[in-house]
């Protein structure tokens, strides 16, 4: 199974409300409304996404959604992501502080028959590594287009405890997102990592028994910013609206490899600094 790298949009996905006409409207009753009510939404999707970070060929799989507020408390889980806020949401135009753990499962090269490049499938596979951390942030709704559009600014950090890597990695992230309609939102989100030595030893270096299988010459990777990412997603009400009934969902993102990562011969030979992904699904909101 690939590792799945569009989380940050389907992530956006989760209820939002607006009018339903162009022009400005008044503002509808919070009863009307009832944004801050308990939903879950449960989907699940395909993506096509590379065999593996930094490969240059891609392939179809299967993930999972789950995304829900309860008693303003956010959870969500993802593919092989997974992770709460702690801080209960207010509903309505509110600034909205964020904090919580989070939990990855990362599958990168963890399964060989998902690889096409007969040199990186010679250095072997890697075993899933279970990283836990935590994330902080801030957000705000009612901020551009209406009282509903919703913009938030974060960062994460997890860390290997289990299996192939036990590196960390700390990730910014900034999140906009805007309902079109009572049936219809859009959004768009922007990233980075950093690694340190330990996540590029397991998942980037060439050893000289790798280089003898491969053919790929050794590297040793250093630590520092491992790549940036920018992307979007829409998401579209099949019946009742987006509080409620099923929900089409697609999204799409381009990740840039950066330093040592990029320069790693299973990218810069084998794969290719341009990772493009994509994904589209169906969801029920309750």
Do not use: C
């Not at 939002?16 to 308990?38: I, K």
């Not at 990168?108 to 990186?120: E, F, G, K, T």
Request: hydrophobic share 40%; charged share 15%.
């Amino acid at each position: 199974m690939r590792l799945l790298l569009l989380a940050p949009a389907l992530l956006l996905a989760a209820p939002a409300f607006a009018q339903d006409t162009g022009a400005p409207p008044a503002p509808a009753a919070p009863e009307q409304l009832d944004t801050g009510r308990d939903n879950v939404t449960i989907g699940a999707g395909a993506v096509y996404t590379p065999d593996y970070e930094g490969a240059d060929h891609s392939g179809f799989s299967v993930a999972p959604v789950v995304i829900g507020s309860v008693s303003g408390f956010n959870f969500q889980l993802i593919g092989n992501r997974a992770s709460i806020d702690l801080i209960p949401n207010k509903p309505g135009p509110n600034w909205d502080i964020q904090a919580g753990p989070i939990a990855v499962l990362d599958l990168n090269r963890s399964a060989l028959s998902y690889i096409d490049d007969p040199r990186v499938r010679a250095l072997g596979k890697r075993d899933r590594s279970l990283e836990v951390g935590g994330y902080v942030g801030i957000g705000k709704t009612g901020v551009i287009t209406s009282q509903y559009d919703q913009l938030s600014v974060s960062v994460s950090y997890r860390k290997g405890v289990t299996g192939a890597q036990r590196g960390a990695i700390w990730s910014p992230t900034i999140n906009y997102m805007t309902p079109l309609s009572r049936k219809a939102a859009v959004g768009l989100f922007a990233s980075a990592e950093h690694a340190d030595r330990k996540y590029g030893r397991a998942y980037f270096d060439v050893d000289a028994a790798g280089s003898l299988a491969s053919g790929l010459p050794q590297f040793n990777t250093r630590a520092g910013w491992k790549n940036w990412s920018a992307g979007g997603f829409v998401t579209v009400s099949l019946t009742g609206d987006l509080l409620h009934g099923f929900k089409l969902l697609a999204g799409g993102s381009y990740k840039r490899m950066l330093n040592d990562f990029a320069d790693s011969p299973i990218v810069s030979i084998a794969g290719s600094r341009d990772q493009w992904m994509g994904g589209a699904g169906i969801a029920y909101t309750f």
